[in-house]
Structure formats: structure tokens, C-alpha cells
């Protein structure tokens, strides 16, 4: 009686390998393919700022997807992107995974609230929780000062800026 339980499930692991390709993979020849496709929509992530100064800042963050970077700031708190009073954008001619924009005039000891935009294409965008920071008070003593500096913007880069304590 066992033999013929094996013989049987032998049988049956057999008729299921032939009618589905068997172990090659390859499909039965009366059967249809099946093509799955999907959307997987543009999300923002790692939403940061890197370097804020008494005048400027600099906001980072990531998509899922290539997309152009844009920044919407105010010193109030807007519901929407499209609400904001001031907007700065990165390179939109390229689309980037690992964005930076940086936000400069800005005026110092101030509270700032923004969000931030990716646009994949026309059909396709999103927009982040809102955040903020507050620039420094900028100080007047001896030790504050202007100096070439090494900072990332379109691309690292020297540029002459605010320092802070000339003695370090």
C-alpha cells in the first residue's frame, strides 16, 4: 500500500512539472503569459538642513525617483507648497535622486517654515510635511568673520561666506 501511495504522488508531481514547464521554467505551449506592471509613485525621504547660517541655509533630501528640487519658505506656517510667499530651486534641468537647494538673503535671528517639491514629470510631483529653522543672530565681534569656505552647491565648490569664529 505505501508503494503504490509514492507511485501515485510521484504521478502527480510529474502531470504538475509537465503542465506548468517543469524545472527548466519553460511555459506549456496552451497556456497565456501574464505581464504584471505597476506604478510606483514619487516619494520624499531624509528631509534635512545641512547648514543653516545667519543668512543662508542649505536643505537636503532623497526621492525614489529622478526628479528636479524645489524649496517653499516663509516665516509663517503655510497648509500648502503653493501658499509659500518665497520659493528657490536647484538645477531643473537635472534630475537627481540626492537633492540640495540652497536658500540665501535670508534675514537673521528668524524662524523659517517649508516644505519641499519634486517634480517628476507634469503627472507626477511630490511635496513634503512642513519643517523649520532659525537662522543666528549675527554677531558683530572681532572673531566673526568672512572666509573662503568648502560647501556643496550644484556640486562642490569654494566660495567666499560667513564663518563664524575666525579663531578656530
Known amino acids: 500500500m ?5 507511485l501515485f504522488l510521484f504521478v502527480c508531481i510529474g502531470v504538475v512539472l509537465a503542465s506548468t514547464g517543469g524545472a527548466t521554467g519553460a511555459a506549456p505551449s496552451d497556456s497565456a503569459s501574464v505581464v504584471i506592471t505597476g506604478h510606483v509613485p514619487l516619494w520624499i525621504y531624509d528631509v534635512h538642513v545641512v547648514d543653516v547660517t545667519c543668512d543662508a541655509v542649505e536643505i537636503v533630501w532623497k526621492t525614489n525617483g529622478k526628479s528636479i528640487s524645489r524649496v517653499g519658505y516663509d516665516t509663517e506656517s503655510r497648509p500648502v507648497f ?4 518665497f520659493q528657490a530651486s536647484g538645477d531643473i534641468f537635472q534630475l537627481v535622486y540626492e537633492h540640495t537647494v540652497l536658500i540665501e538673503d535670508l534675514t537673521p535671528d528668524e524662524t523659517y517654515y517649508f516644505r519641499v517639491l519634486s517634480v517628476m514629470d507634469r503627472d507626477e510631483a511630490a511635496v513634503s510635511d512642513e519643517y523649520q529653522f532659525t537662522t543666528p543672530e ?4 572681532d572673531n566673526n568673520c568672512w572666509r573662503w569656505r568648502w560647501r556643496h552647491c550644484r556640486g562642490w565648490a569654494w566660495d567666499w561666506g560667513w564663518e563664524g569664529d575666525c579663531s578656530k
Not at 505505501?2 to 509514492?6: A, D, V
Not at 549675527?138 to 565681534?141: A, L, N, R, V, Y
Open 138 to 141: 549675527k554677531e558683530d565681534s
Open 2 to 6: 505505501r508503494g503504490k501511495i509514492l
Open 82 to 85: 503653493e501658499d509659500y510667499s
